[in-house]
């Protein structure tokens, strides 16, 4: 559990986490570490939402603009008043101008999910 817990808390490389469990005594191929993620990561993730709070009553937007494989692209985060975040959202360029994104009546931003290591 300490390899998977270092790739996922620290963005490390399969290899990085060999040297890693190396140097306190541990020897395992990187790609023992690769299935160890597949197989644990998820029940991790499942362990860690108990930990967090239920949605607040108030949800705040915040609005970016990154570019994202050489096009630009807004990301948008919905957080609550305690600072947990709700979602994210990826999109393309606004076509019409003012258009705000608002939670639709599910909860979630309107737009393409994206999920990347968080």
Known sequence: MVAVRLYLRYNLSYRDVEELLIERGVEVDHVTIYRWVQRFAPLLSDAARFCRHAPGDSWFTDETYVK????WRYV???VDQYGQVIDVRLRPPRRRRGTPVLPSGDGHIEGSTHRGDH
């Open 68 to 71: 994202v494989s050489g096009v």
């Open 76 to 78: 948008y985060r919905a």
